[in-house]
């Protein structure tokens, strides 16, 4: 369980979880001397983190994500009794849906759970259920992460006639998401015309005092379970957040949890013995602890399909940031790119080989191939073989062309190794953070869009209405942008998506009007 020299590369191997971390295809051997400073500092941030310091000093928060997994090491007896009661509560919960003790209102069990939720809580539970699905799955997982109607439709209509069987399961730590709540409506709408009792089979997952929780009618829901503000979003997944709707389908969420406690602790070791560090390591020496970076995460398995998509905000929304710790503008940020092996050959891998040099590639090699037997397809070998193969491959590919590549191993797709994944990303993240001086735990410009959109509702209203009160004229968007005193460009957009919804709204010859 260390890093060692194997003649000149570097290999990470921790024998009793078979988890490896390969750097041979760095273009550098990583430095542990010369980043010794930096390494046992950011291991000493760790350390305080996790004891319970104010470690998102903009929102003046703890960042507590990983007592989510071992509650014993919580700051304080109230947190550790919070986590356990709340794991305690959702295992109940399932057991007692799984066994039909709590049925739907029609009298039949439940068969699908629908969740509503965005960003941080859709994408690591997506990401989860992808990966672990399987025919005996328990029930079936349907998501409603955007605010997009025909998205909707599309899930509602695979749902079809079962609604009167799907728990809902919606998630808003503050209770003011505007997707979530979209969602939430238009799925009451869907029950209701059904003649369903929405808050007969739904449940709530947002923090205790939220706008959510504290709701007219919030006592009508199913079932309600907490977050807590020391969880940020894209660290939610091991929480009520993913354990939930996951322990619905199935999934053995104790091995998950399990999974991600194993790699916390290899995460708390000192450099060499510790893998979350030397990735975090790995990172800084292609970036050169400067912004504008493009790492492509490649997992040479269907089933880890989405993980680059999950580690897209869990790494973006972590490192992309303006300013550092002490307020200089740094320009931050590791942009994350991936799919699946070997698809990816046949795409982009193209440009990672011959492009520019600002890209740098990790693998996920799972060993296991299939829980049986293979059949040989050719040259003596199985198509795991070639698999692993077209892997390997690349990665020469790029380091004869210069680019630096390593590779993470596991030993198959089970719940314990995704949540050593899960564990080993986050940790990383946090170590990387400290080495560049940014805050990891706050999302500030996240809210830039969203007032803006903000914004974008209000013209629309005020276009409406203007067109409303003079029914029957056309105008164009400019002379609109004249009497309201608004963005023309903006205006075009809007007027156009409205006459391509609203019947009342015509458009002829570049110009709109309403048409009672």
Known sequence: MTLVDKAGWQLYYDEQSGLALDFAGAKAPLDLTGHKPLLDK?????????????????????????????????????????????????????????????????????KNALVIGIGGSSLGPVFVAQALSNLQDKLHLYFIDNTDPDGMDRVFAQIGSGLAQTLVIVISKSGGTVETQNGLEETKALFAAQGLDFYAQAVRITQRGSAFDTAPGADKWLAAFPMWDWVGGRTSVLSAVGLLPLGLQGVDTEALLAGAAACDALGRAEVKDNPALLLALFWYQQTMGQGGSLMAVLPYKDRLELFAKYLQQLVMESLGKQYDLAGRQVKQGLAVIGNKGSSDQHSYVQQLVAGPDNAFVIFIEVLKDRESASPTVREDSTAGDYLQAFMLGTTRALADHGKSSMIISVPQVSAYYIGMLIALFERAVGYYADFVGINAYHQPAVEFGKKAANDIISLKNRALAYLAENAGDYFTPAALAVALQADEMQLWHILRHLAANHPQIHQADGQFACIN
């Open 42 to 110: 950011a291991l000493a941030a760790m350390q305080t983190l996790e004891a319970g310091a104010v470690a998102n000093p903009d929102e003046g928060r703890m960042v507590g994500h990983y007592w989510l997994r071992n509650p014993n090491l919580a700051p304080n007896p109230q947190i550790a009794a919070e986590i356990k009661q709340t794991q305690a509560d959702i295992a109940d919960f399932v057991r007692r849906i799984h066994t039909a003790e709590i049925c739907a209102p029609c009298g039949q069990p439940f």
